[in-house]
């Protein structure tokens, strides 16, 4: 059978709210950076293998119900409020909660083609609210835990102290990682002082053109899901690294490899350009004082990102050698990974607002042959999720953004090993491209990289 087309049943849908809120319903704006994330939603899921213990769905739906009350914005919805701007109503509206059963079992699902066997159906496509939950029993007795955020509430990170939050929640534990959403951590400086850089990285949003229209299907965006291993990313860095001995990191080498990669792919057009958006966290360069004590946003729940980029053309990236090409994606984080940097975009839309902005790469311009976005999902926790039944044998992002950009996520593999899960959504033609000329590299994902003896 196609484990695409399996069928799938829901057994229940209701809504699960805060088991207790201290709090009545009140207004959390959105941040300076939160709006610079137009209405899109990211997707995770964990899958976890056969267990006898029959009351899990109901340990996660009790334990979804405490630890929503720390994490209240989950719980409420978006609208816009008399700027016209989205802001978070928190009044316990409640997550919309499935729980569904799969005719087919994991090790049948076809992992390597998440748009078929996951979107949508193993991860939920949210109608209502913030969040979305699905919990699917398989016919060989596992489990699939599959969420779908609002990406204007919460970014990877937050997502990842939620989901940490409730497996401990479910073990009967504290919560190690309790959120904050202090807006005034992200206020903008008084005057705002913004960099005229930022005017190549970030657009108003009313100034993007129309999305094209391309009816060859090698050219629509198609997700996959790969396992690199370990050995493979060592090898990246070494190659990429500077023969002076300084070190590129594994995020740097990766994301220079994969440039430098879908160019060598295009034959034609080789004064087009390539895009590479790499996505920075914040957290760790805005350093807040809190009671006397400096310290990181870590704790801090919302969108602390930038994204910018850098382009370059056909010719040029695949005459370079990819030592040159990780200093130029070195150069381009060095740049951003810095407190002024963060500083610097929130008050550029301070002065933009109330009108929305965008980053320029998410949108191809008319000379581009491709553009891609990397995010680092270094820090998944895919190996603290357990829920009381075992950690999971797998776990990945699901982020079909929409738009003309492709969007990749390396995150640690379940088996704990050094590898990576690679989720990708990318143009097909370059996909397949990349699976045939560089397969040592991008394994599809299958049953046997599954770590079921964990």
């Known amino acids: ?33 939160d709006l610079l994330l137009p209405p899109l939603d990211f997707g995770i899921f964990l899958c976890y293998k056969r267990n006898q213990d029959n009351n899990m769905v109901s340990v996660m739906k009790k334990a979804l119900a405490k630890t929503l009350v720390s994490f209240y914005p989950f719980a409420g919805e978006v609208v816009q409020n008399r700027h016209d701007e989205p802001e978070i109503l928190c ?38 609210g913030v969040l979305a939950v699905q919990v699917t029993d398989l016919k060989c007795g596992g489990l699939v835990i599959g969420c779908t955020f609002d990406h204007r509430v919460a970014d990877a990170h937050s997502a990842n102290m939620f989901l940490t939050a409730w497996a401990e929640v479910a073990q009967s534990k504290q919560i190690t990682l309790l959120p904050t959403f202090r807006r005034s951590f992200l206020n903008p400086r008084r005057p705002p002082q913004p960099h005229e850089s930022l005017d190549q990285f970030y657009v108003p949003l009313s100034s993007l053109p129309p999305p094209t229209c391309d009816d060859d299907p090698l ?48 034959a034609a057009h080789r004064s087009r350009t390539v895009k590479l958006g790499i996505v920075i966290d914040g957290r760790s360069r805005l350093i807040t004082d809190v009671k006397g004590e400096s310290r990181p946003l870590d704790r801090y729940f919302g969108n602390v990102l930038s994204i910018p980029y850098v382009q370059a053309s056909v010719s040029d990236l695949q005459v370079a050698s990819l030592e040159s090409v990780a200093e130029t994606v070195h150069g381009l ?69 929409g738009g003309e950009t492709g969007y990749v996520m390396p995150m640690p593999s379940a088996d704990g090993n050094g590898a990576w899960i690679v989720y990708m959504h990318l143009m097909r033609r370059h996909l397949d491209l990349l699976e045939a000329r560089a397969p040592h590299v991008f394994t599809p994902f299958d049953h046997t990289f599954l770590s079921l003896d964990a």
């Open 219 to 266: 050219n629509h965006l198609t997700s996959r899901i790969y396992y690199v291993k370990s050995e493979e990313i060592d090898r990246i860095q070494y190659e990429a690294s500077c023969s002076d001995g300084s070190k590129r990191s594994r995020i740097e080498s990766f994301s220079a490899f994969l440039w430098k990669s879908i160019a060598d792919t295009i």
């Open 91 to 128: 009044n316990n509206h409640g997550v919309d909660f499935v729980h569904a059963c799969a005719d087919v079992g994991l090790m049948d699902l076809d992992l390597h083609h998440p748009d078929v066997s996951v979107h949508g159906r193993l991860v939920p496509l949210k109608k209502h």
């Open 1 to 33: 059978m196609d484990s695409g087309a399996f069928p799938l049943i829901v057994k229940r849908h209701e809504v699960v709210t805060a088991a207790a809120l201290p709090m009545q319903e009140h207004w959390l704006p959105m941040s300076n950076l």
């Open 333 to 401: 984080v060095a740049a951003a990974a810095t407190a002024e940097h963060f500083s610097a975009l929130i008050d550029w839309v301070e002065l933009r607002r109330p009108k929305p902005a965008v980053v320029k790469v998410y949108c191809k311009d008319e000379n581009d042959d491709a553009a891609i976005v990397v995010s680092s999902g270094q820090r998944f926790p895919v190996l603290d999720l357990d829920f009381g039944w075992g950690g999971p044998v797998f776990g990945s992002y699901h982020f079909p953004w």
